[in-house]
């Protein structure tokens, strides 16, 4: 159990400024968090707020300039290069001129297992995001959820616990990102993984998450952080309960907040 | 249906253009050949009636313009009448320039791409390199080509290499431009996925960069193939060659064998199209096999 005490991600006073041309930017700003093992953390906020910016210091895309953060422990480039973490981005950013096969494959190939191992890996994870039987088909030949989710199964493919997701499902219609997000809460509760999750929708947020960190713009900083009292097994209707609504509401609340009306 | 489709929306457009330029190639040859025809008719003391006129002026053996049925005759009776060995033989000609036309083209395809990869990877290089490679593009081909062949010559360097050698200097540039940008074309994300996984600079290479520049390397190929040719008949106009299609349009020039000229230039011609048909055939073949969505 001693190993579960460690924080996923644990931040301190964290905060990142951009040297622009015109002055300084200040796109995170004295950031405390911390993440446990197991969690489903999303975060939501207007754009500018810096949620993005926070998920790519996690993996190591961004440095920091203020405060400290670990990633499992480490440092975040130490985590970058041990590997723990899946990244699935905004757009599937799938390679064209391969197959979904070969594109899941493409990080266990650069990770250097070998080829019964990639083989039992891709049928694995395409069978956990219900794509079995499209390992063949070539990027433009699915539908942009069924991209989506050649996606995640891609950062799944090499078994990190961790996975950032940074509003994978932000180009997909309503109808389509309902039924990504129940699939997506399956695959938590049967991978175990810990999750951060970068998205706008309220209702998204709120349906997902155990946590729920509300950020606001200029600094990019943390108003709230909500604790879900929601049990773990949420069916799609659990969104129209009071208590899903009471949730959503304090979201909402948070984010008027934080919001300066200025411009 | 699809047979059909594509001799209206494809053949007949080229065919109207074809027989445009023909008709004008005639009427070109008429007012070009007539003063002289005028002329040899008067000396001869012959009148001859339109018709003959009209005639006369399509059959000269060095006419201004020749026709083009002269130019067919003469294409027709040096590729397909003549021996192989023969000097005459278009086909020996254009087998000359092609074969230092490939060794050029695959020497600068190659050199672009060395080239290429370094300005991508190495900074200073893409500093240092990039302006000497487009100042090398604004040098006057006519006039270095001769100085090439003659320095080569010097320390016994002939026949097929100084040509290529040329070739090579036209068709480098087009495949290091073309292949640059194809090397830059992974979009950040692809690259920032890259980066998650810890991946080193030669499996990106390997793994994105090189992929994602194919379409970019055969689009500069088809370029830079119709530049070596250029280069080789280039090549071999200042020197005396004495053998190429650049050999024959030069002496076609010193003997007023315009008919000759012609037919070499045709010649030429119809090799480019052999040649940009061919790499664009294989860029087809390689997109599909990546995985390209039928057009």
Same mark, same amino acid.
């Given at each position: 159990m001693n190993e579960n005490s460690v924080p996923v991600v644990s931040a301190r006073k964290l905060g990142l400024t951009f040297e622009t041309n015109d002055g300084p930017v200040h796109a995170l700003s004295n950031v405390d968090l911390e993440v446990k093992r197991g969690d489903f953390v999303s975060f939501i906020g207007p754009s500018g707020c810096g949620k993005t910016t926070f998920l790519r210091v996690i993996a190591d895309l961004e440095r920091a300039t203020a405060g400290e953060i670990t990633v499992n422990g480490m440092t975040p480039e130490d985590a970058r290069k041990s590997?723990?973490?899946?990244?699935?981005?905004?757009?599937?950013?799938?390679?064209?001129?391969?197959?979904?096969?070969?594109?899941?494959?493409?990080?266990?190939?650069?990770?250097?297992?070998s080829k019964a191992e990639r083989q039992a890996r891709i049928a694995?994870?395409?069978?956990?995001?219900?794509?079995?039987?499209?390992?063949?088909?070539?990027?433009?030949?699915?539908?942009?959820?069924?991209?989506?989710?050649?996606?995640?199964?891609?950062?799944?493919?090499?078994?990190?616990?961790?996975?950032l997701m940074d509003e994978p499902f932000g180009a997909l219609d309503e109808i389509v990102r309902d039924h990504l997000n129940?699939?997506?809460?399956?695959?938590?509760?049967?991978?175990?993984?810990?999750?951060?999750?970068?998205?706008?929708?309220?209702?998204?947020?709120?349906?997902?998450?155990?946590?729920i960190v509300v950020m606001s713009p200029r600094p990019g900083r943390v108003t709230d952080i909500i604790e879900s009292t929601l049990p773990r097994e949420r069916p799609l209707d659990i969104r129209e309960t009071p208590e899903f609504l009471a949730i959503a509401h304090r979201v909402r609340e948070g984010l008027r907040a934080g919001h300066s009306y200025e411009e | 249906m699809q047979k059909e489709r594509l001799i209206l929306d494809r053949t007949l457009p080229v065919l109207a253009i074809v027989l445009i330029i023909l008709a004008a190639w005639y009427v070109g040859a008429?007012?070009?050949?007539?003063?002289?025809?005028?002329?040899?008719?008067?000396?001869?003391?012959?009148?001859?009636?339109?018709?003959?006129?009209?005639?006369?002026?399509?059959?000269?053996?060095?006419?201004?313009?020749?026709?083009?049925?002269? #130019?067919?005759?003469?294409?027709?009776?040096?590729? #397909?009448?003549?021996s192989l060995s023969s000097n005459r033989s278009l086909i020996y000609h254009s087998w000359v320039t092609l074969s230092s036309t490939l060794a050029g083209f695959a020497a600068g395809t190659l050199l672009g791409m060395l080239i290429a990869i370094g300005i991508v990877h190495?900074? #200073?290089?893409?500093?240092s390199l990039m302006p000497w490679i487009i100042a090398s593009q604004m040098v006057p081909i006519l006039a270095v080509a001769p100085m090439v062949i003659v320095v080569l010559g010097a320390i016994n360097?002939?026949?097929?290499?100084?040509?290529?050698?040329?070739?090579?200097?036209?068709?480098?540039?087009? #495949?290091?431009?073309?292949?640059?940008?194809?090397?830059?074309?992974?979009?950040?994300?692809?690259?920032?996925?890259?980066?998650?996984y810890n991946a080193t600079a030669a499996q990106t290479f390997w793994k994105l960069r090189l992929p994602a520049s194919i379409?970019?390397?055969?689009?500069?190929?088809?370029?830079?193939?119709?530049?070596?040719?250029?280069?080789?008949?280039v090549g071999e106009l200042p020197t005396?060659?004495?053998?190429?299609?650049?050999?024959?349009?030069?002496?076609?020039?010193?003997?007023?064998?315009?008919?000759?000229?012609?037919?070499?230039l045709i010649a030429g011609s119809l090799l480019a199209a052999v040649l940009v048909t061919l790499v664009d055939i294989l860029g087809r073949i390689v997109g599909r096999s990546m995985g390209g969505r039928p057009a």
């Open positions: 590997r723990s973490y899946g990244y699935v981005f905004q757009a599937p950013a799938l390679y064209p001129w391969r197959t979904i096969e070969k594109n899941i494959a493409l990080p266990l190939e650069i990770m250097g297992h694995r994870t395409l069978d956990l995001v219900n794509l079995s039987g499209f390992g063949k088909k070539y990027p433009w030949q699915l539908s942009g959820g069924m991209q989506q989710r050649a996606s995640i199964a891609r950062a799944l493919a090499f078994d990190a616990d961790l996975l129940e699939q997506l809460l399956k695959l938590w509760a049967r991978t175990q993984k810990t999750i951060c999750f970068v998205t706008h929708s309220i209702p998204e947020a709120v349906y997902l998450s155990t946590r | 008429f007012f070009m050949n007539a003063p002289f025809q005028r002329d040899l008719d008067r000396r001869a003391n012959v009148t001859s009636t339109p018709m003959e006129f009209l005639q006369k002026t399509m059959a000269q053996p060095k006419p201004v313009l020749p026709a083009p049925h002269q #130019v067919m005759q003469n294409l027709f009776e040096n590729t #397909v009448l003549r190495v900074k #200073v290089l893409d500093r360097i002939t026949g097929l290499i100084p040509k290529a050698f040329i070739s090579t200097y036209l068709s480098f540039f087009p #495949v290091a431009v073309g292949m640059v940008k194809g090397l830059r074309s992974p979009e950040l994300l692809q690259l920032d996925l890259m980066r998650t379409p970019f390397l055969f689009t500069s190929m088809k370029v830079a193939i119709a530049a070596s040719l250029v280069g080789a008949i005396g060659a004495v053998a190429g299609l650049g050999s024959k349009l030069l002496a076609g020039s010193y003997y007023s064998q315009t008919i000759d000229m012609w037919a070499a």
